[in-house]
């Protein structure tokens, strides 16, 4: 057999798209001939083989995917539904979902949903209707489970989780909001300001439940004025949320935000107002975001395996749309601390 | 005529994928009447007509585009090529790109060429044979022109031009380095070391002879021992660039970086050496991606209109797609520098 990649589609310097046609024309035989030698579907003579196959080498062979698809009902295309592509922390699992699946000869239909639930809908089914082997599902969170349900291919969620019915990989929410209350708690602080986004996310609610585990075990009371919800997730929301704690004199000594983006938007007020982090106030991120290491000071945040999560799940979506049967999979990794300068 | 929009894609909630036989069995008719009251295409009585309408307005429709796409060669799909998709500058491209071709009812195959030409080229390869109607182009820069010009469909480049075959949407480069050299000398510098990318890169080349240019005009000698290529480019070679001015001996009183990425790996250790910008070292960037925003201090930049070239992008292309006979199009905007702390 004929080496399976150049079947697929020929990287020649000077290539173009050749098809069956012009193969034929060129070795003199038949189209059907070219066709045979190519899928191996009817046995051909040595002779006629080599030569063929020669002149796929000379000219390289671009088959018509579009036709193939109908055919093979596949077609090497991967959905990517996710909320935001300008957060940092979709990119670093798309570039990650991209490298990998490049490495597998598929390519990627990104869609961003801006956390929109009808633009969402309308993806999902265009999607679809698109024939994408397998989708992965960074959602708005909005529960679309019932529609998902109904989708004839493989979907592995990532991050945000909705029913228990699909593959997914994601981390242990919980467990970060525990491991960045604990290290503040160590770190001598007595009243940490929570800022998270909307609680109707369950990644939300999950950080929520890991700090208010945290403060329990430390005898510390809960104090829900220290809790803020930011809505939308963005700098602005953190400088504001903080900015607001100040003005409503609620006291606090350290803020631990459930995104780096809001945690960076609180560094940014409180430098501003020459409350330097980490004296006397203390702050945590979580994602782990690029900017966390790059701005000065360098800030604490619970970190989040990216392009592990990226990956594993392009690497699951696969099996499944091979059909090897691992069943449904639901793979839940353990953020870490990584500790800097505002803690 | 009925609702066109209703045809190609149903976004209803209770939306499954319907085809014509599901249409057919429940209004009662045969397919082929299905089919010509969608498509028009063959006369139906008034009375069957609107008995199938109603069904398909109770279960919606849902093509086979992937079937459709071989009869109208068409698949509502744009290829996007891009070096890198944790460059916040491409990123921003691509955002307002997807959001204006969502609005148009394309979705992107998003192709992330990591800077390596083989990647590139394959890719290219693999987007025509899926048969994309159109492509945007933020290519490697390493010339793959006689590749594209064979390419059957419509593109526009972006950013980084290639021959002049094509259509394309870029900024005036030599005027974004004339603009932050000329500021930098008159905020009183003398000795302004320029950071850039590979001067294989006409964008980098461009912006080299603006930054002459200006030291010319304001009777400045070019000295090149304060010309350093950096690549990658990435904080740390930013941050490597300077420290190696310093370890080399070498006078300055300016920095001005050709990318973000530079200036602020050049910020950060002028920051961590002590050496706060705007004094001694002033500072300017190129690019106008967040961060130079969001830093403390916030760095001054030549700024590209990002969204205005992604959006315009699009625009050209699909007017190509629709053979408006625009002819051959480049627009080449204006940077505007942005005056921030650190200049």
Redesign the interface.
């Given at each position: 057999m004929h080496d399976g990649e150049k079947k697929i589609?020929?990287?020649k310097?000077n290539?173009?798209?050749v098809t069956i046609k012009d193969i034929a024309k060129k070795a003199n035989v038949a189209p059907s001939t070219v066709s045979n030698v190519l899928n191996n579907t009817k046995y051909v003579t040595e002779d006629i083989r080599e030569r063929v196959l020669s002149v796929v080498d000379e000219l390289g062979y671009?088959?018509?995917?579009?036709?193939r698809?109908?055919k093979t009902k596949q077609?090497?295309?991967i959905g990517v539904i996710v909320p935001d592509?300008?957060n940092?922390f979709f990119?670093?699992i798309?570039?990650a979902i991209?490298?990998y699946l490049?490495e597998k000869?598929y390519?990627?239909?990104?869609?961003?949903t801006?956390e929109n639930k009808?633009?969402e809908?309308?993806?999902l089914?265009?999607?679809?209707?698109?024939?994408i082997d397998g989708l992965l599902f960074l959602g708005t969170g909005l529960n679309p489970s019932h529609?998902l349900a109904?989708l004839?291919i493989p979907i592995v969620l990532i991050d945000r989780m909705i029913g228990n019915q699909f593959s997914s990989v994601s981390i242990d929410n919980e467990l970060g909001g525990y491991l960045g209350t604990k290290h503040l708690l160590e770190r001598g602080a007595k009243r940490i300001s929570f800022l998270l986004g909307p609680l109707v996310l369950k990644t939300n609610m999950d950080r929520l439940q890991g700090y208010q585990r945290a403060l329990a075990e430390n005898g510390v009371i809960y104090d829900s004025t220290l809790i803020v919800q930011c809505e939308p997730v963005t700098?602005e929301s953190g400088w504001e949320a903080v900015e607001k704690l100040d003005m409503d004199g609620v006291e606090y000594d350290a803020v631990f935000a459930a995104s780096d983006f809001l945690a960076?938007g609180a560094l940014?007020y409180l430098?501003h107002k020459n409350i330097r982090a980490p004296a006397p106030v203390k702050l945590v991120g979580f994602d782990g975001i690029?900017?966390t290491e790059?701005?000065?000071p360098a800030i604490t945040t619970v970190n989040q395996p990216k392009r592990k999560m990226g990956e594993r799940a392009a690497q699951i979506l696969i099996k499944m749309m091979k059909k090897d049967p691992e069943g449904r999979v639901n793979e839940v990794y353990e953020p870490n601390l990584i500790v800097r300068d505002t803690s």
């Open positions: 589609v020929s990287i310097e290539a173009d798209l671009s088959p018509n995917l579009i036709a698809s109908l077609t090497n295309t592509l300008t940092a990119i670093e798309v570039n991209e490298a490049y000869n390519s990627i239909l990104v869609c961003c801006r009808q633009k809908k309308k993806y089914l265009s999607l679809v209707q698109k024939g529609l109904k004839p700098y960076v940014r430098l690029p900017i790059i701005f000065t």
